[in-house]
């Protein structure tokens, strides 16, 4: 057995906060189908191509079947994906003004085949219009292709913050290069324990939730004292007004109201306790009204990533589950 300090260097524990995962050297794991259907929607949905024969728009994001994972493992990132997505396009003849619909198809976009080497099958409801077929098929594959690698990169990068956590050698480093391009000497710089005010690295939550309410009476769960202790079951402070404070949950969550406008949108400062003191992430809600219903499209920026799966959960549980418990008893008393 090796004396104390004579371990292998990649199992010792360094002076971190958190003691875990030193060097990035045991197996971690993260889910990124969420975060990946909510990506490729953006990357895909309203993608133009345009052309001497006309101009075509993918429509929607019909259907995304699948799942991504991303690993961490002895310091190495390894990506897991693979999906089969129908997109659904239209188009304008641009001589004749006809307009035509169609569909693109993604079989089997994964890992093991590079972006140019996927297949994507074009195909155009029956009638006339083949030439806007033919431009989705050239100019349309080459901007699907191009976007699916949009995807891949913001997979590899903007997801994975905070997975391949700094050892003190490359906080050292970092440090150093910083003085040296600043002017500073090496005898200048601090000791990577003298480091305060590390920023920690974040992640973004996108949810959408349809509520069989409008958007008006939705808004107003959020925004009127009475309504948001009935569903948090907490004495809560509500300020519902630009700068006003809010608390819920028992001093759980905190943070302000930055923007409102009625029926339609809502910004705030918002923090779990449990974050490093003063951080917040920024919380946009949007209400979009849906004849009797509406869909609340929540963007949470800034959320460490230690604490992404149980904001998640909060959002979900505690918010949207129990708003919607309260919007059946407001029914049901009606009835």
Not at 78 to 86: A, V
Not at 168 to 190: F, I, N, P, Y
Request: net charge negative; aromatic share 8%; glycine share 6%.
């Amino acid at each position: 057995m090796a004396k104390w300090g004579q371990g292998d260097p990649r199992w010792i524990v360094e002076e971190r906060a958190d003691a875990t995962n030193v060097n990035n050297w045991h197996w971690t794991e993260r889910d990124a189908t969420s975060w990946s259907k909510s990506k490729l929607k953006e990357v895909l949905v309203g993608l133009v191509v345009e052309g001497e024969a006309g101009r075509c728009e993918i429509s929607d994001l019909k259907h995304v079947e699948g799942e991504a994972s991303c690993n961490s493992r002895k310091g190495k990132l390894i990506f897991f994906y693979e999906w089969n997505l129908r997109l659904s396009w239209r188009g304008t003849v641009k001589e004749s003004g006809e307009k035509h619909k169609g569909s693109v198809e993604i079989p089997n976009l994964s890992e093991e085949n590079e972006v140019d080497d996927t297949e994507i099958n074009v195909s155009k409801k029956k009638g006339e219009g083949d030439v806007l077929k033919d431009l989705m098929r050239t100019e349309g594959t080459s901007k699907v292709r191009e976007a699916l690698r949009d995807y891949l990169k913001a997979l590899k990068t903007e997801f994975t913050l905070g997975m391949i956590l700094p050892t003190k050698a490359t906080v050292g480093q970092e440090l150093a290069t910083e003085r040296k391009r600043s002017g500073h000497t090496m005898q200048d710089s601090l000791s990577p324990q003298d480091i305060v005010g590390v920023k920690i690295p974040t992640v973004m939550i996108l949810m959408r939730e349809i509520f069989n309410s409008p958007a008006d009476e939705l808004y107003s769960i959020f925004t009127t004292k009475e309504l948001v202790q009935k569903f948090s079951k907490c004495p809560a402070v509500i300020e519902a007004e630009k700068g006003g404070k809010l608390q819920m949950f028992d001093g759980s969550v905190s943070g302000e109201y930055t923007e409102l406008v009625p029926s339609q949108r809502i910004v705030l400062k918002w923090r779990c306790r449990s974050w490093p003191d003063e951080h917040y992430a920024v919380v946009a809600l949007n209400f979009k009204a849906m004849a009797a219903q509406t869909e609340l499209q929540l963007e949470c920026k800034g959320v460490p990533v230690s604490g992404e799966d149980s904001t998640r959960q909060c959002w979900k549980q505690q918010y949207f589950e129990e708003i919607r418990v309260l919007l059946q008893q407001s029914k049901d008393s009606m009835e």
